[in-house]
């Protein structure tokens, strides 16, 4: 996936925050209290629905407002999307593709589909919090090691070895012997043998 514009209304110090990010890595400067980490919490939340403090909705809302939404364009395996997310209520909507979809529970499971990464993979390793970089090295070795499993795409892999060393196992001895001489009198008839021919003929 790849980000490419990123606005937010009233959300925290911002009032208007509209910027397009190319590829590559993004650097986001500033003061101390200018904002910084709350504009990469308010990214995070339009985009995956998880909050990235302890408080409430509405205390992304910038004082003193009634309302506020992020909204994100982005590119995903080739497709682009747009998302938008409400600061103060449940409300958002995701386009996608040519879909639809409105509601936040929808959308948040649509756009974990489209993302392929759990929420807790995208909050913890994904975007790693402030401070909470190291986290994941202090995981329990098979918690942390699901969670790249799930980041690298590899989970798939790891039951399909899992399903083939099962029925591997449950495969009678002579049942294996006969493959084995089926696949070598294969590799004689149509590899070998012509093979052999070729260098005579040479």
């Not at 407002?65 to 997310?85: M, P």
């Not at 909050?123 to 090691?145: D, H, Y």
Request: proline content about 2%; overall charge neutral.
């Amino acid at each position: 996936m790849r980000i490419e514009h990123f606005e937010v209304k009233n959300g925290c110090q911002h009032r208007h925050f509209k910027q397009a990010f190319g590829p590559g890595v993004i650097l986001i400067t500033g003061c101390n209290g200018s904002g910084k980490s709350n504009l990469v919490g308010l990214l995070i939340r339009t985009l995956t629905g998880v909050m990235q403090t302890a408080g409430t909705k509405e205390q992304d809302v910038t004082y003193g407002e009634t309302s506020g939404y992020g909204r994100v364009e982005f590119t995903a395996g080739g497709t682009k999307g747009t998302i938008q997310r409400s600061l103060k209520s449940a409300s958002a909507k995701l386009e996608f593709g040519g879909t639809k979809i409105e509601g936040a529970k929808d959308v948040d499971e649509a756009i974990h589909t489209i993302l392929g990464k759990s929420p807790k993979v995208l909050s913890e390793i994904v975007f790693a919090k402030q401070g909470r970089i190291e986290a994941t090295l202090f995981q329990a070795p098979a918690e942390r090691a699901r969670s790249f499993q799930e980041l690298f795409g590899t989970l798939e892999a790891e039951k399909i070895c899992r399903d083939l060393g099962e029925e591997l196992s449950n495969t009678p001895l002579m049942s294996r012997a006969s493959t084995i001489e089926s696949l070598s009198s294969q590799l004689r008839d149509t590899i070998m043998a012509p093979l052999h021919e070729s260098e005579v003929l040479l």
